[in-house]
């Protein structure tokens, strides 16, 4: 497995923050050390292009490799992302990869490029082997994950597979159902005046405030109904701002709203209930003056059919390395919902807990890595026989 953790190794070095943050370079470094590993090896490989940031960045483009099979009809893909989250607030190196007791140390050690690593180097491990797989297998190292999922969504374009397995850290169980998440901003409008004459102001922070209530008297009655994989759904307001300084009342307040759905809610529903909480508000409080913006970001819920034979040969697999079988689902959101979207049976499955995902110590056990690996590879190797 030297060579696997020389890889991983190689990828952390590469600074791949998403440019969608402050200071992120991208994912180019990452695309670039992708293609070479398999141009290297014969392996066939191409991009796809998905974004230019206007010029401050290379274009972006997804990493495509593929190895035939024997019926080349039929194909699973194996896919990771290549982008990671900000570095902001790490107390570790953030690129300078560092083993120690059985774990490396780095951004993107477990979200996700130990999971990109163990993919790679299970193509490589099949175009030397004397046997071919049953069908095509192809990787796909896709950019934008950590931000709006513009890779993957490039990628479902004219992407036609039999099954999919999406690497994040699930520590080595089969996910096969996902929340879904809505973000959006709610902005509440006021008058200003001078804080000595406060009366002839409108505060709109007061009133935002009466929102902010509102959202978490209204959430509590989320845990009544949960889903049976994914537990119950969950909301947060996770910012808010408002006001210019402390002598003036404020006439701006503007939060912003992350509400995690099951399969079992529709955006547009969710999406209603908050308007009538707003107008429900506005009944009591007729001046409040509070409206929400269009979403930031939406992803709906996922599931795959259980019965479906990817997760039935993913089951296989675990079983046949004594690892717990039992498929579970995860709250976090990921390119498998896409992939899902466009038809495509998909699982979860990658090394790592997401505990230590984006986190100020963010590292990946080896040895999970090297059982990633073994699985990726068998799953390949056993799909559509």
């Not at 392996?43 to 274009?59: C, H, M, P, Y």
């Not at 809505?182 to 007061?206: E, F, Q």
Request: hydrophobic share 40%; with cysteine; proline share 5%.
């Amino acid at each position: 497995m030297t060579e696997l953790f020389e890889t991983l190794a190689d990828l952390i070095r590469i600074n791949s923050v998403n440019a969608f943050y402050e200071g992120g370079p991208g994912e180019a470094g990452v695309a670039r050390y992708v293609e070479r590993f398999f141009r290297e090896r014969g392996i066939e490989t191409w991009r796809q292009s998905v974004l230019d940031a206007n010029g401050t960045i290379e274009a972006r483009s997804n990493v495509i490799a593929r190895i035939p099979g024997h019926d080349s009809s039929r194909r699973i893909v194996l896919e990771a992302h290549m982008d990671t989250v900000s570095v902001q607030g790490m107390t570790i190196p953030p690129f300078e990869p560092k083993v120690l007791d059985g774990r490396m140390y780095g951004r993107g050690a477990c979200d996700t490029k130990a999971g990109l690593a163990a993919m790679m180097h299970v193509l490589s491990h099949i175009q030397t082997s004397p046997t071919k797989p049953p069908c095509d297998v192809l990787l796909a190292a896709v950019v934008d994950e950590e931000y709006s999922f513009r890779g993957v969504i490039k990628l479902c374009e004219d992407l036609k597979a039999d099954a999919a397995i999406v690497a994040e850290p699930t520590e080595l169980r089969v996910a096969i159902a996902s929340k879904g998440v809505l973000r959006w901003r709610m902005l509440a409008t006021g008058k200003a005046a001078h804080s000595s004459k406060a009366h002839l102001g409108t505060n709109a922070i007061y009133h935002m405030a009466r929102v902010v209530l509102a959202i978490e008297q209204d959430h509590a009655s989320l845990a009544r109904d949960p889903h049976p994989l994914l537990g119950p759904a969950s909301c947060n307001v996770g910012k808010i701002s408002g006001g210019v300084q402390v002598n003036f009342v404020p006439d701006g307040c503007v939060i912003e709203i992350d509400r995690r759905l099951l399969p079992t809610e529709s955006v547009s529903d969710i999406w209603k209930h908050y308007e009538q909480m707003i107008n429900g508000l506005k009944g009591n409080m007729p001046e409040l003056d509070v409206r929400m913006e269009q979403p930031m970001l939406v992803d709906t819920a996922w599931m795959v059919d259980p019965s479906s034979a990817i997760v039935q040969v993913a089951r296989n697999v675990l079983s046949e390395f004594r690892l717990d079988d039992e498929p579970i689902g995860v709250p976090f959101g990921s390119d498998a919902s896409k992939l899902g979207k466009a038809g495509i049976p998909t699982i979860i499955f990658g090394p790592g807990s997401i505990d230590q995902a984006h986190g100020a110590v963010e590292y990946i056990e080896l040895k999970q890595v090297e059982q990633a690996f073994e699985f990726y590879r068998n799953c390949a190797m056993e799909y559509g026989k």
